[in-house]
């Protein structure tokens, strides 16, 4: 089927509106839709908020079963957010998510989905203040030895031995330190 | 310190006001769709305990209250001078505003997102908007536990927020691209760049006293710096393109619109009943008038001001009291006249 709004690409995107209580239904290439999409959203009218909803909801259903426009709902074993109780269906209706938790409920499909509705799926901006990633917290855990040690691993690879030298004799200091406080 | 629409900005002939909005949510309770009243009214209690702390942080007096505590003509009040938006006064649960003196910056509580922090400024600053937002920020995410995710940033009810938050938006003024018919195949350009163009009062395509909202649309994957760059980009080409069309009119059609600009002036000054919708048509036309020196004015005048002054809450409040619709009309014309300077 070809899609309604270009009526050149390959329809792949199964998508109802309901406005003022009136039901349309479009088919649309992945173009038109991510189009759809971006002009429609965050306007906070309740309308266009309904419509990014369900283009939301027929795209995450696209990609949970191929071949099936609503494939999401069917599937057996759907999946719910311990936390807050939200099914997946539901979030695909509402187009919201109940609780914090509900991001990893419904990891599956949604790095997708926000690929396409906002071109990206990873955050690069601000964090909280004092916030740690997993990364950071697994540096922080380590001992002074611990990061010393791969600092000195570093400075052999890259033939600093001035720098290797000085390394290694901070971390026998501070062997021999734990030892004397042991 | 002067309320943001009284401090007329850089480039003020186009762009009206900067605004910022950050929404965020505190990890330990469900977001509004999970919400039930009871920890609806909790959150917002434990929100607006930020208050004080807000004001021993800046130099500026913060109020904050329960939506339900205010009155009707208050309420719209508020949203005509977008302190709060039509959502929070349309949601069922309790819902909060902590608000700074100046209106600059305001939060809401309960809204879409447990908080929205949202700044104004006059003009063209949205770099001082986001620094002011941004601080406040800084205050509560100190206080409160944020729904903060490693992969996905600031996590928001719904996805089309989640990242940065960030939504930053212009205020224009768009005349002459409104009058040649340019608007809506600008506001189809700049879809594709992620940009959404759309009236301020009243819906897309049709604006009432051609003021326009220029905002981003997507929130993740760029930074807070990156997305406000980009938009900067886009606004400074729309403003480029306004005063090309203002200049094409002042070429083509002066005496036209010369005569249009002070008929416009004529009605304000000798109207006695003004709907509000004529009123800021006409407020429309004489800021173009004075911003293109068609028109002098004895004093300086902020249209801007007026407009927002004769939106219906504000009217209401203004007076203090209740007012029929031509009651309303005939007050809105006596303020307009009294307010406006006279010609030179
Ligand atoms: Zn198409
Ligand atoms: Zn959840």
Redesign the pocket.
């Given at each position: 089927m070809l899609?309604d709004?270009?009526k050149?690409?390959q329809a792949k995107v199964y998508y109802t509106e309901i406005i003022n209580g009136e039901k349309k239904e479009q088919h649309?290439?992945e173009?038109?839709a991510l189009e759809y999409t971006s002009f429609s959203m965050g306007s906070g009218m309740s309308n266009q908020e309904i419509t990014l909803g369900s283009l939301l909801s027929s795209i995450l259903g696209n990609y949970a079963a191929p071949g099936s426009l609503h494939g999401a709902e069917q599937t057996e074993k759907e999946p719910v957010c311990d936390h807050c109780g939200m099914t997946y269906s539901e979030f695909l209706k509402e187009g919201r998510f109940g609780c914090a938790d509900c991001y990893d409920s419904f990891k599956k499909g949604l790095e997708k989905s926000l690929r396409n509705i906002q071109g990206s799926d990873t955050h690069t901006g601000k964090k909280p203040k004092g916030f740690e990633s997993g990364t950071e917290k697994i540096v922080k855990e380590l001992s002074e030895i611990d990061k010393l040690s791969i600092k000195l691993q570093d400075a052999i690879e890259k033939e600093e031995f001035e720098e290797a030298a000085r390394l290694r004799d901070r971390i026998r200091q501070l062997k021999k330190e734990e030892i004397n406080n042991a | 310190m002067l309320k943001w629409y009284k401090e007329i900005g850089k480039n003020n002939d186009v762009v009206i006001s900067s605004r910022v909005r950050l929404a965020r949510n505190l990890k330990s309770f469900p977001f509004s769709a999970k919400l039930n009243e009871e920890q609806a009214l909790e959150l917002v209690e434990n929100l607006k305990a930020a208050t004080p702390v807000l004001e021993s942080k800046s130099e500026k007096k913060f109020y904050s209250c329960n939506i339900d505590g205010l009155t009707d003509s208050e309420k719209t009040a508020m949203v005509e001078r977008h302190i709060i938006s039509p959502l929070l006064l349309a949601r069922e649960q309790s819902t909060g505003l902590i608000l700074s003196e100046d209106e600059r910056i305001s939060i809401m509580l309960n809204e879409e997102d447990h908080l929205r922090i949202q700044s104004i400024t006059g003009g063209m600053n949205i770099m001082g908007a986001f620094a002011e937002a941004n601080a406040a920020d800084d205050v509560a995410s100190e206080l409160f536990d944020y729904a903060y995710h490693e992969k996905y940033g600031y996590l928001t009810s719904c996805p089309t927020n989640v990242g940065t938050g960030l939504r930053a938006s212009y205020m224009m003024f768009l005349p002459a691209l409104n009058v040649t018919g340019k608007i809506v195949k600008l506001a189809e350009e700049l879809s594709q760049y992620g940009i959404a163009l759309r009236g301020t009062y009243g819906e897309a395509s049709k604006s009432v006293g051609n003021l326009y909202q220029i905002s981003n649309q997507k929130t993740l994957g760029s930074t807070e710096r990156e997305i406000i760059e980009s938009l900067n980009r886009i606004v400074e080409q729309v403003m480029k393109q306004e005063r090309r069309y203002r200049e094409y009119i002042l070429t083509h059609n002066y005496d036209e619109f010369e005569d249009k600009v002070h008929r416009s002036f004529g009605v304000l000054k000798y109207a006695k009943q003004l709907s509000s919708s004529d009123a800021m048509t006409l407020l429309s036309q004489v800021k173009l008038g004075i911003d293109l020196e068609l028109l002098h004015l004895e004093d300086d005048c902020n249209v801007h001001e007026l407009m927002m002054e004769i939106q219906p809450g504000n009217l209401q409040c203004l007076l203090d009291k209740n007012m029929g619709s031509a009651q309303r009309d005939r007050f809105r014309a006596d303020y307009i006249r009294e307010k406006l300077p006279d010609m030179v």
């Open positions: 899609c709004k270009c050149k690409n649309l290439c173009d038109c | -």
